[in-house]
Structures are given as C-alpha cells and as structure tokens.
C-alpha cells in the first residue's frame, strides 16, 4: 500500500494555449491543470471569448476563472524564464532543437525552482506556426505514433503535466540556470533588428524571414538573467548612438 | 535535433471501459489508443451502445471499430494474464496493492512480452466499484492532487499509454555541433568592445576591465559555429555603420 501524490510544485509553471479554437478544450485543459495541481492558464486569441463557461473543466472553475488573456504570445510569455513549446513533428527539419517528453521534464523540473517556465501549445488544427515557435527556447514531443501523432490538446496538457509530477524528486535550484524573462529576450530581438535594419543589414523584402531567424538566435543564446541584463543595456547604448547619428 | 517515436510494442496492451457514460470520452480514448500505437479496446455494458460513431476519435475509427463488447468484465479479461485496476483514490484503505503509475509502468512492460496485459477504467462518476476492483491483481493511480483527483477518463488512458512507452522512445541525436573557433570569439569580442567603446558605453578608466568581463561572456554564449558566423555579420554590418557616421 502506498501513497500518491504530486510533491512537485507547480506554482511556477504556465500552460499558454495559442489561438484554441473549442472552448470544451480549454475547459478539459483547465481540469487537467487542477488535478496536477498548475493553477496558471494563458489563453492567446482563443477563437472562442466565452471558454470560461465550459462544462468541461469538471471541478476546475478557479482555473478557468483565473485564466489570463492575450492579444499576442510576446506579451504571455514575457515574465516566464524557459519558454518551450510542445509539436507533433517529430521528425521534419526544424528550426529548434527537439526534446523528448521525458528529457524536457528533468530539464523544466529544474528550472521551475528559479522562475516562471512557459509550456506553449498551438491551435488543434495546426498547433504551433513557425512563428510562434520563435518564441520559444526549444520544442518537445510527446512519445505518439508517427503514422497518427496529433493528439487531443487537453490530452497533450494532461501528458505533460503528469510527466512534471512523475518523479517525485524536487530538484534544487541551480543558480546559472537562471535565465532571462522572455521579454527581455524579446526587448533585445528588437532593438537588434532596429540596429540592423537602420544599418542596411536587413533587406525589407526579406524582414520578416530575419526577424523569425534572429528571435531563435536570441532564445538559442540562453542568456542568464544578469548577463541579459549587460547585453540589453550595451545593445543600447549602440542603438542609441546608431539613432542619434542619422 | 533527435527523433522521437516510440517503440514499446503495445500489440498485448488491453484497453477495458468498465460502463462508461458518454461515447465522446470513448472516442476520445480510441483517438488515445492510436496516438501510442494500442489497438485492442474492450468496452463492457457501455450506457450509450452507440458509441462506434463518436467523432472524438478523430484519426481513430479503426480502433473504434474494432472495440469489442462484452456483457460482463470477468468475459472482457478472461484472456488476459494480468489485470490492473485504476483508481483516484489514493489514500483510502484498498483491498488491493496500489502502485504509482511509474512503478505499475516498469511491471506492465514487463508482462507484456509474455501475455495479454489488461488495464481497467471505471465509470466517468464513480470510477471501478469494489466488486469490479476484485477482477484485479493490483491498482494503480495516476498521481493527481489529493483535492482534485478524478481525471477526464480519456486524459486518464492518455497519460497511463504515455507511461507504457515513455522509456522506449528512440532519441537519436544528431551529433554535437561544433562551437566556433576561438579565433572568431575574439574577432566578435574585439568588434563589439569597438563599437562600445565608440558609443560611449565604456570608459576608458574601465577599459581593461571591460574587456576581460565581455570576453568572458562571448564565450559563456557557446555559440555555433554556423550562428557564430551570422553574429559575426551582423556586428560587422552595425560597427560599419558607426563609423561611416562618425
């Protein structure tokens, strides 16, 4: 006889859903947090603005009613430190480096002790755009089927979540595993492309492939929260002696 | 980059709704089913007979059609050489040994090269009753919040199959990249403290100091060699662009 239950803390973890479309997702999706025990939903552009009434989020409602909204995922992801999105491609040539489940939990469980870590999800038909990867540090893919990989979101959600509380270790906190909020990440992206664009390095034909190509590079760098903060504030200062010089 | 598919054989893995209510939850666990690569689904005195059509088993019509029907659960297991139970309840006293899913994952395994192996769902309310839990050899619980433990059924049979792969799955990395070579961490250090210091962001007093403390990090970025180069040209791009101003 034994007993079970979650000893992970998931105080610190954030599902983000990107543009649902069912609000009956949403709700299951808010059921699967309250039985892990993660309290904290961002919904990005749901299709639906009514999801806060899904039946489906049995036993849930705090959830639900707590949920935040977004009009774009900078904005939902901005305080998280390890932002990771989830994809059913388990093979095609992306962009990102791609973690299994298992992997990505010892590495989130980790980072959970010393900030915020955003799990994203995309929308049911498609999941995540390439763009809306950009924003993310790296992806993870639940263990399904090639041949029928595409799972159910609110069962993707439960997966994850159950693969967060597994192992009933509580890592302790590391303190170079520390790493940037991601708006900050964002806020360097983009006064590295006003700097690049201002010195003709990017082409206006090709601005948006670049802006896609260099917010990866910025996530790549892992940048720790106080090396983050003395890469922004050189960037700038460049940017501002760039500007002031035109 | 690494590939992951699972490749636990879940050929010997049996699905068995005891009376479920609601034929999406039925659909959505044949969807569950073919997500991991289990086929066989037995369904004993389902409420609703017409489950087979359930448009939750998106990609899944297979396994639902192949769902075999049995009028009492001793006929639904009779083949089998272990039958597990599950249950959200984890601290009540049981007549059966509970394990955590993780432990129940390593012996189910295990079983399943040697014979038919049964995991059993109750009913949506109430879950297995104390007579069916006597058709088991064992339970186990999937380790929810003491305060919110009753799972959606299907997200339930998710999270369970994710535990019977989730070891077996191939991760197969490519080889590591190679960092760039020094000789360019240094021309990307020599260029940046350049156009720091023609920005005014250093004080020549400080020089030397800055220096050492900006070297240091370059290298704390570990970049790629093949992102090495893209940075190196973009600074080159922003260090032209000062001093053509100047």
Redesign the interface.
Known sequence: ??????TQNLNQFVVVLVAPRNPLNIG?VA??M????AQKLRVVNAYDVAFREAK?A???SDVLTRAEEFRSLADAVADCRLVVGTTSV??RN?NH???????AGRIIRRRLSAGQVALLFGSEKVGLTTEQMTHCHWLL??????Q?????L???V??CL??M????TISRHKAEEDGIRAGDAERFTQL?LH??A????TKPASAEATDQ?LRR?VR??Q??SK?GE??L??LR??V???DR??
């Open positions: 006889m034994c007993v079970v239950y979650p299951a059921r699967a309250s039985n892990f025990g489906s049995v036993g849930a388990g093979h992306l480096p791609l973690r299994t489940l298992e992997e893919r639940i263990p399904t089927r090639e029928h990989s595409s799972m159910n609110a069962q993707a439960a997966v159950y693969e509380v597994r192992s009933k590295l700097a690049l201002v010195s003709g390095y190509k590079m790549r760098l940048l720790s090396d003395i890469w504030g050189m200062q460049i501002w002696k760039i010089q035109r």
